[in-house]
Nanobody, 122 residues
Framework: QVQLVESGGGSVQAGGSLRLSCVAS????????MGWFRQAPGKEREGVGG???????RYADSVKGRFTIYKDNGKNILYLQMNNLKPEDTAMYYC????????????????WGQGTQVTVSS
């Protein structure tokens, strides 16, 4: 499994921005798929977005145009840039990974970080 550590969460007002980071370690394979999920209290986990085998990110409809996912392959860090945040974006955000490429989004993952809280106030 892959070890994942998220950072960058916090509290912001609506319309603000945050950038989450996820550092991956403990693996040597070049085939890795990583993505972001979130879960708000009382709601199902949602696949925010991830980078597929073609190297391009896919996003949930709820965040398209506001969130951007990108990866620093040299440092094994996955980022989630969140702009124009809304109160409904409030959730615990989790980084996920698996040691095989993803063909679709969302995919299933077997490695998870502990999460970082994002709170957006109106």
């Amino acid at each position: 499994q892959v070890q994942l550590v998220e950072s960058g969460g916090g509290s912001v007002q609506a319309g603000g921005s945050l950038r989450l980071s996820c550092v991956a370690s403990g693996y040597t394979s070049s085939s890795i798929c990583m993505g972001w999920f979130r879960q708000a209290p009382g709601k199902e986990r949602e696949g925010v977005g991830g980078i597929l085998r073609d190297g391009l990110p896919r996003y949930a409809d709820s965040v398209k145009g506001r969130f951007t996912i990108y990866k620093d392959n040299g440092k094994n860090i996955l980022y989630l840039q969140m702009n124009n945040l809304k109160p409904e974006d409030t959730a615990m955000y989790y980084c996920a990974a698996r040691l095989e490429q993803c063909l679709i989004w969302p995919s299933s993952f077997n490695s998870w970080g502990q999460g970082t809280q994002v709170t957006v106030s109106s």
